[in-house]
Each structure stands twice: as structure tokens, then as C-alpha cells.
């Protein structure tokens, strides 16, 4: 019921999005005929600047403490009741795209269907997936967290969380991630805002066809959803997936506006540029990228002043306050780069900047970077190679098709093309330390091809036009001839039964034969699951760090258990149970203030239990921080000779039950003030 919830107050808030970008759209096109290419268009596309606009309302509250339920639903419900007519079109849009496909499907197109049917079940996929808790600890430790504290604190504070860097960051995507948690204090709400921005963008390519566009939705999910590299993080709430279909989103909104010249295209493209930079530091770049795109037509005067400050109002409004706030506040508005870094020292930035100006992996740091030599550009094209090509056969499709493009519409795929290999220069250049950091390149590279092969089909469709004879032409003349002479629905349905069938193969094959993942785009060990061979709490305890040890806790209702070491702990042990906690670990932030004694603070915190990591201590110490991890080793040494162990799970974590008596001492001037304040 949960994921029902959520997917109610998911659709509410994409249902309050479109209704903004629909009256958005019809004000800035109010000269233009027709003001737009058709309703099914104005749909599709308006999902994610519909978003952003919900974005950067919830961004405005969030500065002036206003981002409360009771704020939300008030202003929510008289801007559609005013806007009404906005409503009432969209939903008279979503019945006729299904009028059309079923008039499609009764004349025998089996298209619109098999993308109805795509587009379902991913997002069903999708919504099981997201049950499954994310693994990545900067969920738990940051993401979660953060959206969190914006909407216990109705807004904004500085910083935003106990953590100068994390907590003073753009957060844009934090403040979306925050919206469903507004209804539904559940983490599945930021999940699947997540997936319902990637759906959205899904949504968004597909229009970017004249055409065709239920037959390019299935080329959509061939080229994006059905491969490892994007689906997987859908419902994870990070921001690297999302930030990268802002940012793309805004480069094929910045296609389309060369293509039509209508003013709200352009103005959405500024509104998904201003999320993406208002996300993350480094979509920076696509300032610059799209300035240099749009040079042309501002020097061509086709781009009017009063429609550049039109732009710029909506990119500031998205971006301006994370800016702003960090340069008044602390003095840098790229806090806390170049321009100074206060509450961090000099040597935590120096390792940081370390850390990000090289490669993650030490195998990958024999490659040079310095593209002003011949071996820079012998590695980086070896890294394009066998990073994104070699043995992907989505990616070779995606290059097949591009080059077509280039040969047949070199005008007008020639922005997208020189934008996707600017970002991945940039990238090899200036952030080669982890190829999620090339999400938005990737992501722009398949977009690319799948516009590329709508060019083609125009292409194909004027050549048939021009020349109607030809053995081509006539063969597909017949094909749809034997078509028309079978019942439209019959062969609409036998299409889609097979290709049902064909998809389905791979897991009938696993049934019997276990081997592998039968889909690339499944983290592996998930299809045991669905088929039943092996129980969900077996998959996770071998898939997640301290899933067995934060059951077992919450089983045996264990109180309290200290565990310094995963930033995230609470929120971990609530996730893997139910999204409950009942109190059963001290916070992880609760440290002892100063360096007294360990039994005052193991007495005053009445812990009773501990987990101590064997594994990786190194990486711990640097994620809480040396002086917390020292301290917390100073605790468990002290408790550790008179402790039983419990359970030790797969990644070095041992959880042990203190057994120790306490020594009698008169309380310590932090116990004083803790019974005062109790009192």
C-alpha cells in the first residue's frame, strides 16, 4: 500500500507540474500559430519542466519557511481551481492519445500498444525495485537525510545537515527529493520522484520525434531503459540520474527550439539547465555548451532581448538561490571551491580536491588526461572505446545510427553531436575519476541516436513520398495490404503476444537454466528472487551491508546499540524493516563532547549493545571523520573485553552485547546537565 501512496502523491505532484508548464507555455507562445504542435506533444513533453517549475515553487517556500503541508495544499488548490481549463485539457489530452492508439490498434498498428504495454511495465519494474533499499551509503548518510531536514524544518537552514560540505551544496534535487516526504513520510517517496524524472525524460525523447513516436518509444527503451547503465538507479535517490536528465533535457529542448523557434522551448530549456546547475556544481559546463549553440541565432537576432531576460528569470529562478545564499553566507557561491572553504580546513580540502582531480579506481590512473598531448588523446579515445563501446550493442546501434544522421541531416544533428563529444572531452579532461561522473554524456549520446533515427525516417518517408515506385516501396505496399486483409485487432494482438513471448524467453530459460541475469538492466540476483530461488532476506543480507545485523537488532528489539560507524544507521535499520524505528540505535551523530571518561557516556546512553567493523576502517575513518572515529574506537575498546558476540555477518560487522558492570562514579558535569535538562 505503501508504493500505492506514494505513486498517488507522485502523480498529484507531475499532475500540478504539467497544469504549470501547460499556462506557461500558452503565455509565452501567445503569438505564435499554432502555439504548439499538437496536445500529445504538450503532454509527452511537459513532464520534466513541469517538475522543475514544481521545483523551484517548493524552492521559493523552502527560503522563507514555507514549505509545510498545510502551505503546499493551499496554494496547490487555488492555482487549480484558477487554472482550471489547464486541468480539464490535460486529462481531454490523456483521452485522446488513447483514442488514437486504440483507433491505431483497430486498423492493425500494433505499436502504440506495445509501447503502452513497455511503458507499464517498466514503470511496475520499477516501483519492485524501488522496495528493494538502495545500497549506496550516500543515500542514507546525505540524500535521505537532507530531504529530510528541509521538510522538518519547513525550508532551508545553514548547513543543511552536520556536514559543512554536503549541507552547503546546491540542492535542488534534495528539495524535489523532499516533496513526497511532505505526504508521505516514507523513503520510498524520493524512490520514485526519482523514477517518475526518468520516466518523464523517457517521455520527453520520444516526442522529439514527428512522428512515430509509439514505435520511438520502443527505440527509446531499446537504446536507454533496457540497459545496466541507467535503468538500475531509477528509483535510488541520488542525484546523478537526475541531475543528467535535466541537463540532457535541456539540450534537446534546446534542439527543438532551433528546430521551431517557439519561445517556450527555449524557456524550458533555461528552466531544466537552471535545475540541473541548482543540482550539481559541475552542469556548469552546460551553461557554456548551450551558450555557445545559441551564439548563432543571437547574432542572427532571432533571439530577442526581451526573450533572453525571459530565460535568464527562469534559470535564475531555479539556480540563483543555492548561489546567492553560499556567497552571502559564506562568501564563495561555489562553496567550497576556488573561492575559499570555511568550516573546512586546508588539508580535508586539499585531500578532497585530491581525490576528484584523479582517477578512483588506481588501475585507471596510468591514463593521461592532458589533452594537449598525443597520448591524452591516444587514452581518451581508448577509454571511449572500451568504456562505451566495446561489447555493447546498444551503444553500437546508437553509433550506427548517429553516423546515418550525419550523412543524411548533417544540419540539423549537428549541435547535438558536437554537444555530446564537448561533454565527454570535458569529462576526460576535467572529472576522469568514475564513469558515473559521464552520465550526462552517455545519456546525451543515446538521445542523439534516437533523433538521429527519427531524421532518418523523415528522410525515408519524404524519398517514398518523391519516389513512389521502387522494389522497397513495393514490398512495404504489400506488407500493409496483407495487413488491412486481417482483422486489425487480431493482428494487433498477435504482434504483441509475440513480442511478449520473445522478451519472456530469457527468464523461461533461467527458470531452468540458471546462469547469469537474463537482463542486463537487473542488479544481479534480483530474478532469484522474483522466480522464488532464493528469499528476499537472503538476497539482501548477501547484497547489503548490515541488513542481517539491523534485522536482527529490530527482531530481538535490541536497545541501545551504539554504532558510530555508518552515518546512515537509523534510517538503514528503519528501511530494512518496514521503514519503522523504535529507538533501537543511538543516533549516529552522538558523540561523547569531550575526552572524559567512556563510562560516563556508555552509562549516560545506557548502551547496552555495539557493532564493531572489521573491514575498511580506513574508508570509515574518513567518512565520519578521524576525530569521531577515534573516539568511537576508544569506546568499543573499552567495552570490547567484556562484550559476548552475537552475530557477524559477510562485510566484517560484528555485533556484541556488553555484559560489563559499570563502576560506581559520581556523575560527570555532562551527566548533571543532562538530568537538568530532563528534569
Known amino acids: 500500500m505503501t508504493v500505492v501512496a506514494v505513486w498517488l502523491v507522485v502523480i498529484a505532484i507531475v499532475l500540478f507540474g504539467l497544469t504549470l508548464h501547460r499556462a506557461l507555455v500558452f503565455w509565452l507562445n501567445r503569438g505564435v500559430h499554432p502555439p504548439v504542435r499538437d496536445g500529445t506533444d504538450l503532454l509527452l513533453s511537459g513532464v520534466l519542466p513541469g517538475i522543475a517549475l514544481v521545483g523551484g515553487l517548493a524552492t521559493a517556500l523552502g527560503a522563507i519557511h514555507l514549505l509545510r503541508i498545510e502551505v503546499v495544499l493551499l496554494l496547490a488548490a487555488i492555482f487549480m481551481i484558477w487554472r482550471r481549463n489547464d486541468v480539464l485539457a490535460i486529462f481531454i489530452d490523456l483521452r485522446n492519445l488513447a483514442v488514437m492508439g486504440e483507433q491505431a490498434t483497430a486498423k492493425g498498428n500494433p505499436f502504440p500498444l506495445l509501447a503502452s504495454v513497455a511503458f507499464i511495465g517498466l514503470a ?111 528509483a535510488v535517490p541520488l542525484t546523478d540520474l537526475p541531475r543528467s536528465c535535466f541537463s540532457v533535457a535541456a539540450v534537446l529542448y534546446l534542439w527543438r527550439y532551433l528546430e521551431t523557434f517557439r519561445p517556450s522551448e527555449i524557456v524550458s530549456c533555461a528552466l531544466l539547465l537552471g535545475g540541473a546547475v541548482g543540482g550539481k556544481y559541475t552542469e556548469l559546463q552546460m551553461v557554456g555548451l548551450i551558450g555557445l549553440a545559441l551564439l548563432p541565432s543571437i547574432y542572427q537576432g532571432k533571439l530577442s532581448f526581451s526573450l533572453f531576460m525571459t530565460c535568464l528569470a527562469a534559470f535564475l529562478g531555479l539556480a540563483g538561490y543555492w548561489y546567492t545564499k553560499n556567497l552571502v553566507l559564506l562568501g564563495n557561491p561555489i562553496y567550497p571551491f576556488i573561492f575559499g572553504h570555511p568550516g573546512l580546513s586546508d588539508e580535508w580540502m586539499a585531500d578532497y580536491t585530491l581525490e576528484l582531480g584523479r582517477a578512483f579506481d588506481p588501475v585507471n590512473r596510468g591514463f593521461t588526461t592532458d589533452l594537449t598531448t598525443r597520448q591524452g588523446w591516444h587514452d581518451f579515445f581508448f577509454i571511449m572505446h572500451h568504456w562505451f563501446l566495446d561489447h555493447r550493442r546498444y551503444a553500437i546501434v546508437a553509433l550506427i545510427l548517429i553516423i546515418g544522421a550525419l550523412i543524411t541531416s548533417f544540419r540539423r544533428i549537428i ?37 538521429s533515427a527519427s531524421l532518418i525516417a523523415e528522410k525515408i518517408a519524404a524519398s517514398r513520398a518523391a519516389h513512389s515506385g521502387g522494389f522497397l516501396f513495393e514490398t512495404s505496399a504489400r506488407l500493409r495490404a496483407a495487413r488491412r486483409a486481417i482483422n486489425g485487432h487480431l493482428f494487433t494482438f498477435g504482434v504483441v503476444l509475440v513480442a511478449f513471448v520473445i522478451f519472456s524467453l530469457p527468464a523461461a530459460k533461467f527458470i531452468y537454466r ?6 542486463s538492466w537487473m542488479e544481479q540476483g ?84 555495539f557493532i564493531r567493523v572489521t573491514e575498511k576502517r580506513e574508508l570509515l575513518a574518513d567518512r565520519i571523520g578521524a576525530a569521531k572515529f577515534a573516539s ?41 546537565l543532562d538530568r537538568h535538562l530532563a528534569r
Open 415 to 451: 549541435v547535438l553531436v558536437a554537444t555530446t563529444a564537448a561533454m565527454f572531452i570535458i569529462w576526460y579532461a576535467v572529472m576522469f575519476n568514475h564513469i558515473r561522473w559521464a552520465t550526462p554524456a552517455y545519456l546525451l549520446y543515446f538521445s542523439t541516436a534516437y533523433i
Open 514 to 519: 540458471p546462469r547469469g541475469q537474463p537482463y
Open 632 to 672: 568511537a574506537e576508544k569506546i568499543i575498546s573499552r567495552m570490547l573485553p567484556e562484550s559476548t558476540l552475537l552475530l557477524k555477518d559477510g562485510f566484517g560487522w560484528e555485533l556484541y552485547r556488553f555484559d560489563g558492570i559499570l563502576p560506581a562514579t559520581s556523575p560527570s558535569p555532562q551527566d548533571a
Open 526 to 609: 534480483v530474478m532469484d528472487v522474483l522466480v522464488g530461488r532464493q528469499k528476499l532476506d537472503d538476497f539482501l543480507g548477501a547484497q547489503r551491508e548490515g541488513y542481517i545485523v539491523y534485522r536482527y537488532i529490530a527482531a530481538n528489539d535490541l536497545r541501545t546499540v551504539f554504532q558510530p560507524f555508518d552515518t546512515g544507521s537509523t534510517l538503514y535499520a528503519a528501511a530494512y524493516t518496514g521503514g519503522r524505528d523504535q529507538g533501537w540505535l543511538l543516533p549516529p551523530y552522538v558523540f561523547p563532547e569531550t575526552e572524559g571518561d567512556a563510562n560516563a557516556f556508555i552509562r549516560r546512553n545506557n548502551i547496552h549493545y
Open 124 to 234: 511496475c519494474v520499477i516501483s519492485v525495485t524501488a522496495l528493494f533499499p538502495a545500497g549506496s551509503a550516500d543515500v542514507w548518510a546525505f540524500q535521505i537525510p537532507l530531504a529530510q531536514s528541509i521538510v522538518s524544518h519547513g525550508g532551508f537552514v545553514t548547513p543543511q545537515i552536520d556536514s559543512n560540505f554536503y549541507g552547503n551544496i546546491p540542492l535542488f534535487f534534495n528539495v524535489l527529493f523532499a516533496c513526497p516526504l511532505l505526504f508521505v513520510d516514507h523513503w520510498l517517496g524520493s524512490g520514485l520522484l526519482n523514477a517518475a524524472i526518468f520516466l518523464g525524460f523517457l517521455l520527453l525523447l520520444t516526442s522529439c520525434a514527428h512522428r512515430w513516436r509509439a514505435a520511438g518509444l520502443l527505440l527509446v527503451f531499446f537504446l536507454i531503459a533496457f540497459q545496466p547503465f541507467f535503468t538500475p538507479g531509477a
